[in-house]
Every structure is written in structure tokens, then in C-alpha cells.
Nanobody, 120 residues
């Protein structure tokens, strides 16, 4: 059974870079046709897809965040990481990592989510 766990600081100051790591267990992030995503949810609103890193190491980002978001991976640790630069209080959300098989936009596995607050 594939499990995902987010980790990272819960508090970030404005203008800094938010960095979150997702550790995957029960499966490899390099398994063919798997996609590993970052998604966030503002308070009281729907989910917002941030981007993914594919099994092939290809990345793709949402149009609205691609100038600030970067997703990378460490295959030796079976982890993938989100970096979001120049954060503002509007980036204060619950951040989820999620994985999908054979589709970039269908999420079969989810982490529990982690709250990130941007404030000085």
C-alpha cells in the first residue's frame, strides 16, 4: 500500500521560500506511469493543483504558480519536494502531496496534509 507523508515548516515569513517534502513508502516514485503532485487548499475553498513531477522526472506546473513553484525529487530517499518562492499570506493553505497511477490528474494516494502559515 502506497503511503505519502508531508513534512516541512508550518510557519514561513513573507518573501521567503516555502519548502515541503513528501516521503513515499510502499512504492517507488520512479515506477513507470506514476505522477507525484502537490495540491493546496485555501481555507473554505476548493483544491488548487500546484504541479507534478512524473516518474520520468518531467515537471509541469499550474499557469498561476509556475513562476514561483519548483518540484524536484530525491530518488535515493523516495521523496519529492515543493519549493514555492516569494510567499505572501495568500499562500497560507493546507498543502497535500498526492500520487496517481497512469494519469497525471487522477490521485490515487494522498498525504494527510500539512498547514503552512505565512506571517511575519
Amino acid at each position: 500500500q502506497v503511503q505519502l507523508q508531508e513534512s516541512g515548516p508550518g510557519l514561513v515569513k513573507p518573501s521567503q521560500t516555502l519548502s515541503l517534502t513528501c516521503t513515499v513508502s510502499g512504492g517507488s516514485i520512479t515506477t513507470n506511469a506514476n505522477y507525484w503532485n502537490w495540491i493546496r487548499q485555501p481555507p473554505g475553498k476548493g483544491l488548487e493543483w500546484i504541479g507534478y513531477i512524473a516518474y520520468s522526472d518531467i515537471t509541469k506546473y499550474s499557469t498561476s504558480l509556475k513562476s514561483r513553484a519548483s518540484i524536484s525529487r530525491d530518488t535515493s530517499k523516495n521523496q519529492f519536494t515543493l519549493q514555492l518562492s516569494s510567499v505572501t499570506p495568500e499562500d497560507s493553505d493546507v498543502y497535500y502531496c498526492a500520487g496517481g497511477q497512469n494519469s497525471a490528474y487522477v490521485f490515487h494516494y494522498w498525504g494527510q496534509g500539512t498547514q503552512v502559515t505565512v506571517c511575519s
